[in-house]
């Protein structure tokens, strides 16, 4: 039997997109990258681990807010080449803003306008020093 990680049509630099979405409304949450380790320990763990390019290391979504997400169910897309996360989102928030979804800003004439408020305000969320994870 193939390893299921074959099949996933990573990107030139091992990565693919990952979207959380919320287990019980089908809510966008957020958009993040995994690689191969990221995956399978997301597997492993029932818990979503993503990777940060900007860190250039694997982040457990939670590790500084608390607002881990606990995996449903995972899904691969016809292609392989984007996988959905299906998750229960403790605290109800995904953004490092503070609001349920990274996905708060609609195109509204010409402009982003910010149409979510931000459920808690991120300095009470994050250690100082540390932004957002």
């Not at 958009?31 to 997301?42: I, Q």
């Not at 997400?69 to 995972?74: S, T």
């Amino acid at each position: 039997m193939k390893d299921w990680l074959e099949e996933i049509e990573w990107n030139a630099d091992g990565l693919v997109p990952a979207i959380a979405q919320d287990y019980r409304t089908g809510r966008v949450l957020m958009m993040a990258w995994m690689n191969r380790e990221a995956l399978a320990l997301t597997v492993a763990e029932n818990r979503a681990i993503y990777w940060s390019r900007s860190r250039g290391k694997l982040w457990r979504k939670g590790e500084e807010s608390g607002h881990i997400q606990k995996l449903h169910e995972l899904r691969l897309d016809c292609d392989a080449d984007v996988v959905i996360l299906v998750v229960e989102q403790i605290g109800g928030i995904a953004c490092h803003t503070g609001r349920e979804s990274c996905f708060y800003r609609t195109f509204e004439k010409g402009q982003w306008v910010t149409v979510e408020p931000v459920l808690k305000d991120p300095h009470a969320i994050y250690v100082a020093g540390h932004g957002h994870e």
